[in-house]
C-alpha cells in the first residue's frame, strides 16, 4: 500500500507542476454544463457558472456530442488544435507570470470526459507545442501565397480593362 501512496504522492506533485507551468488545466462541469470549478491559467476561460453551450464559444453547438458522453455513446470528445485569444482568460504562461504578446492566440487541445461515479464533466485543457521551424515557414509562405493571390486578382480586371481598351481604341 505504501506504493500506491507514493504513487499518488507523485502523480499529484506532477500535475501541480504541469499546471503551474501552463501546460496543463482541467475543469469540471455538471449534467446541466455549467462549469463548476477550474484549475490552472490554462483552463481560466472556463469561469465557474459559465454555460459550457451558451456562454463559451468553442463548445458552441456541441451540446448534443456532450450529452453522448453521458450515454456513453463516445469515450470522450476531442477538439484538437484551437485557437483562443489571450483576452478570454486562457494563459500559456507560468503561474504568476505575465504573459507576452497578448494578442496572440493560445493554441490548446481540449478533451471532455464524462464521469459517471461523479456525475459530472472532465474537461482537459493542454497546451500545444511550438511549432517546428519547417512548419512555421510553411504556414508563412502559404498566407504570403495567398495574399498574393488577393492582390493580383484585384489588379487583373483593371489590366484586362486596359487591354480591351487599346484594342479597341
Not at 97 to 115: H, M, N, T, Y
Amino acid at each position: 500500500m505504501t506504493t500506491v501512496t507514493a504513487d499518488n504522492d507523485i502523480a499529484s506533485g506532477l500535475f501541480q507542476f504541469l499546471v503551474a507551468r501552463g501546460v496543463l488545466g482541467l475543469a469540471w462541469a455538471d449534467t446541466d454544463l455549467r462549469v463548476l470549478g477550474s484549475v490552472g491559467s490554462l483552463a481560466g476561460w472556463l469561469v465557474p457558472g459559465a454555460m459550457l453551450s451558451d456562454d463559451l464559444t468553442v463548445f458552441t453547438g456541441l451540446e448534443d456530442d456532450l450529452h453522448a458522453l453521458v450515454d456513453d455513446f463516445y469515450p470522450s470528445l476531442v477538439l484538437a488544435n484551437v485557437g483562443l485569444p489571450h483576452s478570454s482568460g486562457a494563459s500559456t504562461a507560468p503561474e504568476g507570470e505575465p504573459d507576452g504578446d497578448l494578442e496572440a492566440r493560445v493554441k490548446i487541445s481540449i478533451e471532455v470526459f464524462f464521469d459517471a461515479a461523479d456525475a459530472h464533466f472532465v474537461i482537459v485543457v493542454h497546451r500545444l507545442g511550438a511549432q517546428p521551424d519547417f512548419e512555421q515557414d510553411l504556414a508563412r509562405q502559404r498566407r504570403r501565397c495567398s495574399a498574393a493571390r488577393c492582390s493580383s486578382a484585384t489588379r487583373r480586371p483593371r489590366i484586362c480593362r486596359a487591354r480591351s481598351c487599346s484594342k479597341s481604341g
